[in-house]
């Protein structure tokens, strides 16, 4: 489900504020590192960080029956109220997914979940590109998603984004790229805000009421390298046979859903690094000489 916060959430908790200065602090390094390297400045992220404060506060801390005044949202967000009358009104920022993503995601979620795609083991079929007798092929495929794009459009584009290949059968095969955005492509900066928002959000919810969402890791602490590597790898396998299940059963599911307004995402990550690679590796080090090789989860 899709949780959103408001009015009615719980009350600030004592302290509440200085407690979430370290958590925040090592929630922020990776995106500052992203803004820098992507060209963002402090400025620019500064005006960013003031609209989401104002539109938030107005939106999300309404009081129910009262209007949501300029010196109510001012004071919920340390903003000066002229400033605050300026940026209120300029609307919340778009979730929506672009239109090429949803068709793509669709498609490919639809390739790997529906029985008549996949073979005995749950992976892809090769398709061709038609066939007779209602035989599985790629135009059916994107036929059963969607009759106002051409397939032959899809597989010009997913040719070009190396999402798919021609086999020297002149077969279609999804190759692995499909699963992960990658290189240029747009619709990983989309993954990149939504994935990292519902994980964020359930994280946040479990803090600030009772706990609601799974939101889970198993982490080691001072291990080797190659241990890293090898952990990364065989994770890397249990993630991906975890979302393929998980994608089957909801496909089928839709099949007998009525429709709404509800959104669900199930994600997985997976992170390790090196000690001398990040600044807070050196000091997450010194903290699990104290608890080597500990099995945790948060």
């Not at 949501?68 to 400033?83: A, F, M, N, W, Y």
């Not at 499909?178 to 994980?199: I, Q």
């Not at 890293?228 to 007998?256: C, G, Q, V, Y």
């Amino acid at each position: 489900m899709n949780a959103k916060p408001g009015s009615k959430a719980a009350a600030p908790q004592p302290n509440a504020a200085a407690k979430l200065h370290a958590p925040l602090a090592r929630l922020l390094r990776p995106l500052v590192r992203l803004c820098i390297r992507s060209g963002m400045t402090f400025p620019a992220l500064a005006q960013l960080l003031r609209e989401l404060f104002v539109n938030v506060a107005e939106h999300d801390f309404a009081l129910e029956g009262k209007e949501q005044t300029d010196s109510r949202v001012s004071l919920l967000t340390g903003i000066h109220r002229k400033e605050v009358a300026r940026l209120r009104g300029a609307g919340a920022p778009v979730h929506e997914a672009p239109a090429a993503v949803s068709l793509t995601s669709a498609v490919i979620a639809r390739w790997l979940a529906a029985p008549e795609f996949t073979d005995s083991k749950g992976e892809p079929l090769p398709l061709p590109r038609t066939a007779e007798d209602d035989a599985p092929s790629f135009e059916q495929l994107v036929a059963s998603v969607t009759k106002d794009v051409r397939p032959r459009a899809v597989l010009d584009e997913w040719i070009d984004r190396k999402l798919v290949i021609i086999n020297e059968d002149d077969e279609i095969e999804l190759v692995e790229s499909a699963f992960v955005p990658s290189g240029e492509d747009d619709s990983k900066w989309h993954y990149l805000g939504r994935n990292l928002h519902d994980h964020i959000a359930a994280a946040a919810q479990n803090v600030s009421d009772d706990p609601r969402f799974l939101e889970r890791a198993v982490h080691y602490n001072n291990i080797s390298p190659k241990l890293a590597r090898k952990l990364e790898a065989r994770s890397r396998e249990l993630a991906m046979d975890a979302l393929k299940t998980a994608n089957r059963e909801a496909n089928r599911a839709l099949a007998k859903d009525k429709g709404g307004d509800a959104r669900w995402n199930f994600g997985i990550y997976i992170y390790s690094e090196d000690a001398d690679e990040e600044g807070e590796a050196k000091e997450n080090g010194r903290e699990g000489r104290k608890e080597n090789g500990k099995e945790g989860s948060s």
